[in-house]
């Protein structure tokens, strides 16, 4: 017994110090269970060029390019049998308050320097926006909200419905929680109620008509689970994640009938270059999961896409797409804020109302509640929009909004009271395109969204604001809001005051539901296209007339799944991974 005890003292000893003195090296980050993951400085340097049959020392079945979303289940997944290198130009979210913390969701967007886990930039029509740079993706910047696609969407984009129901529960049992419901999430849900959407479908993850209660990837004490720990399912003999790791292109073999890809170019954390090649299998691909803004970037840099923008870079063109970068398209959300009597326990989105009419209406509340968010600039959900504004639109510049925040660390603590109702548009008709502005990876790209081109989509804005605005006056929002009976225009007014986005202001015209919003439209993420089935990809998501190159990502679809997309994508990961194994080794996969 007592040498028993002694063995494994001494093995438990030696773990913790192999566990020291590899992150001592800062080689892996095995103190985070995941000793796959490594710098991506420990890759062996190459300078050799590659071979038109590609493979060498260091060569891989997968290379997953983006360690988001959809690329963690996807990687996880495939190493289950086969080997798997998965890219990730950002670095781990474990350790990271602001990712793990659902008090400090809004420090995670405030954050821009260069290694948030949140990378800012402004689409050409204005709109403050934000794309993952971590591993876990959007996932670790989101709000949280988790519900399935619907039937239909699954049905029209030809996935196979058994394998879309084995492949959701896989992320579910493994990171998604049943959420404590806040008080004021019952009040939105009565008073959606009232309004007629109904009936209420209880807690569900399912997308269906009517009110419900959603699925959270934030845990009872308020910590964030992501899709980075969907990793824990790979077999890690099989499995090499590199983070900060930013692949510059995809590398081509141009020399026969199709180009085909053979392997990746990237940068690691130093700013030293690095090759990763496929296996010599015509089975073995490159995968992007880069998401919407960064799959079809990196499409561009790697010479697919239009002809006449990529010679204007001094881009060499592997192949003419004129579709690449096309069809971009974002659901526009516009919120009202409604001033709280007192404070009120902070909530991210817990209930969701689906309309028959187009319109999604959710909600949030409160302030985050730690000492320094105070500080920070929060983003489309910040507890000051409505209440803080003192600029005029036309002196609303960059410039302005800049010092606005810096005076915020002043303001008192009771200032943050309130809630928000959100309302956004399902399935936008408007679209729009991205562009390259340079032709570094790391810079973003010329995006626009074109908000409200489309009449029909302003129309289905003007009847959810018009919702909401009833919804605010119900008799159920009377023990929380500051005042018992809002007009209609004061509320507007409120909301129409705020620095949301840099598109200029028309705050006396409040009563044109029209100009509300154009004037107020901001995002919540959920932007998609730019690599369209049937344009860019095939059914199989394959790159059209390249071999050995596949996009697993939003960056495919042509709306949103569902009320929010994470569920989806995450789910679109491990569906990929099985279908690519099955269709490679059979139905017996054994995965």
Not at 19 to 27: F, K, N, R
Not at 200 to 218: L, Q
Not at 412 to 440: C, D, V, W
Request: aromatic share 10%; proline share 4%.
């Amino acid at each position: 017994m007592a040498s028993s005890v002694a063995n494994q003292l001494f093995l438990f000893f030696f773990l913790w110090l192999y566990t020291l003195s590899s992150s001592q090296a800062g080689h892996h980050y095995s103190e985070f269970r995941y000793p796959f993951i490594r710098k991506a400085s420990s890759f062996p340097s190459s300078s050799s060029s590659f071979s038109s049959s590609g493979g060498g020392d260091h060569a891989y079945d997968y290379i997953v390019v983006g360690g988001g979303t959809a690329g963690c289940p996807l990687a996880a997944t495939l190493s289950q049998r086969f080997s798997v290198l998965l890219l990730e130009r950002g670095g781990v979210p474990f350790a990271n308050a602001n990712v793990s913390f659902s008090k400090n969701f809004h420090i995670a967007l405030a954050d821009t320097s260069s290694t948030s886990a949140s990378q800012y930039f402004i689409s050409t029509d204005g709109v403050l926006n934000a794309r993952a740079r971590v591993l876990g993706g959007g996932t670790c910047i989101n709000a949280g909200f988790y519900t399935r696609a619907s039937k239909r969407f699954i049905h029209k984009v030809g996935w196979d419905a058994k394998l879309v129901n084995k492949s959701y529960p896989w992320v579910e049992k493994q990171i998604v929680h049943r959420p404590k419901v806040a008080p004021w999430q019952v009040v939105v849900r009565d008073s959606l109620l009232d309004l007629g959407v109904a009936p209420f479908n209880g807690f569900t993850y399912d997308h269906i008509y009517g009110t419900k209660f959603g699925g959270t990837i934030f845990d009872q004490f308020g910590r964030r689970q992501t899709a980075a720990e969907l990793l824990a399912s790979a077999d890690p003999r099989k499995l090499t994640v590199l983070v900060h790791a930013t692949v510059q292109k995809v590398l081509f073999d141009i020399s026969g009938k199709r180009p085909k890809a053979v392997g990746v170019l990237f940068k690691d954390e130093n700013g030293n270059q690095h090759q990763a090649f496929l296996s010599n299998s015509q089975r073995s691909e490159i995968i992007l999961s880069c998401g919407a803004i960064g799959t079809p970037q990196m499409l561009l840099l790697s010479g697919i896409g239009p002809k006449d923008e990529l010679e204007e870079k001094k881009i060499s063109v592997v192949l003419h797409n004129k579709f690449v970068g096309k069809g971009m398209a974002d659901n526009p959300m516009n919120a009202i804020f409604v001033p709280f009597k007192r404070p009120v326990q902070q909530s991210l989105i817990q209930t969701v109302g689906i309309t028959k009419m187009g319109v999604y209406i959710e909600a949030s509340s409160g302030f985050g509640q730690s000492k320094d968010s105070i500080q920070c600039h929060h983003g489309i959900m910040s507890a000051e929009i409505g209440q803080l504004s003192t600029l005029p639109p036309k002196q609303r510049t960059p410039e302005a909004i800049q010092a606005y925040i810096k005076r915020k660390k002043d303001i008192p603590h009771e200032a943050f009271k309130g809630g928000f109702i959100l309302e956004k548009i399902a399935n936008p008709i408007s679209t729009g395109q991205l562009r390259l502005i340079s032709t570094n990876v790391e810079d973003n790209p010329s995006v626009t969204f074109n908000y409200f081109k489309h009449p029909r989509d302003l129309q289905r804005c003007v009847d959810g604001i018009r919702m909401a605005t009833k919804m605010v006056q119900s008799e159920h929002f009377r023990n929380f809001t500051q005042c018992d009976k809002q007009t209609t225009d004061k509320i507007l007014n409120m909301s129409v005051s705020a620095n949301v986005n840099l598109v200029p202001k028309h705050t006396n015209d409040t009563k044109s539901l029209e100009q509300f919003c154009k004037d107020t439209v901001i995002t919540i993420w959920h932007y998609h296209g730019g690599c369209h089935v049937g344009k860019v990809v095939n059914s199989d998501y394959k790159v059209l007339g390249v071999n050995r190159l596949r996009i697993v990502d939003g960056s495919v679809f042509d709306e949103s799944p569902g009320t929010n997309p994470q569920a989806t994508v995450m789910m679109m990961g491990r569906y990929m991974g099985l279908k690519i194994l099955r269709d490679r080794l059979g139905k017996g996969a054994g995965v």
